[in-house]
């Protein structure tokens, strides 16, 4: 039933008007760079399923559809098809964007003191680093980013840990938890000048290859693209809890049921 909700309400988000266009970024991480993250096994096959959902049941063009699998989906990168593929891309405020991440997740301090449980949440991509917060992708981040794009509805789908400390199991059984498994106490904050350096950097990047940069926005939390934007957020788990990927089905659990579900 709870799939089945999902794929209506995915199916009602990707009916644009007739001079509208959807667009999906999607990212899928097994391996990482750092020792410090125990290797999923799902996270990949689980980017490109959804990426054929999209495509063959949504009435999403393929060419409209980019994914970033294990190495290539850096921050940079990530960054980039953000703030320039789909930025550029998704011109229209009818046009619809999905965003879709598996992977390990986990938390940081609250920097800008935007959270009231004083967390930021994370997303583990390919170079984050368990001692330095800037190497992820923070929920800051994607309010930043996404907020720069015209489309006005945006569809993300997380299949990762929002939360966990380095003291939990990381297995049960067959079954992977997608979380971290890092100290984040430990996490170094970085300092505003060197995260507005990142950004100019990645900016500097687009301006090179033709593309418009935007003026990034003052930094808040995810949420807060909802003061502007319509944005239709399907998590694998909230804030405190754990998500999995399953070795019997082969996927992340999340995954399976949301594909599954509009399959059927």
């Known amino acids: 039933a709870i799939a089945s909700a999902i794929a209506l309400a995915i199916g009602c988000a990707v009916a644009p008007s007739a001079s509208a266009e959807n667009y999906a970024l999607l990212v899928g991480i097994n391996d990482y760079r750092s020792m410090s993250f125990r290797d999923l096994r799902f996270a990949e ?33 990530v960054a980039l098809a953000i703030k320039g593929w789909l930025t550029e891309k998704a011109s229209s405020p009818d046009d619809i964007v999905f965003f879709y991440f598996s992977g390990h997740g986990t938390y940081a301090i609250d920097s800008n003191y935007d959270e009231e449980d004083g967390h930021d949440e994370l997303l583990c991509v390919w170079d984050s680093s368990p ?10 981040d994607l309010n930043r980013w996404f907020g720069q794009i015209a489309a ?12 966990g400390t380095g003291t939990k199991a990381l297995y049960r059984g067959d079954n992977i938890i997608k979380e971290a ?7 170094e904050n ?60 082969k996927h992340g659990v999340f995954t399976y049921y949301l594909t599954e579900g509009v399959r059927t």
């Open 131 to 140: 001692i330095l917060d800037m190497t992820y992708v923070k929920d800051d």
């Open 45 to 77: 096959s689980d980017a490109q399923s959804v990426r054929d959902m999209l495509t063959r049941h949504m009435g999403i063009k393929e060419e409209n559809a980019k994914i970033l699998l294990g190495e290539e989906a850096t921050r940079r990168n």
């Open 181 to 187: 498994g890092i100290d984040w106490r430990s996490m």
């Open 190 to 249: 970085a300092s505003v000048d060197a995260l507005m350096r990142e950004e100019r950097e990645i900016e500097d990047t687009l301006t090179r290859e033709g593309v418009e940069v935007k003026s990034t926005a003052t930094a808040k939390s995810f949420s807060g693209i909802t003061d502007s934007a319509d944005v239709i957020e399907f998590a694998a788990c909230r804030a405190e809890q754990v998500s999995l990927e399953s070795a019997g089905l």
């Open 152 to 163: 006005t509805t945006k569809v993300v789908m997380l299949d990762c840990c929002h939360a």
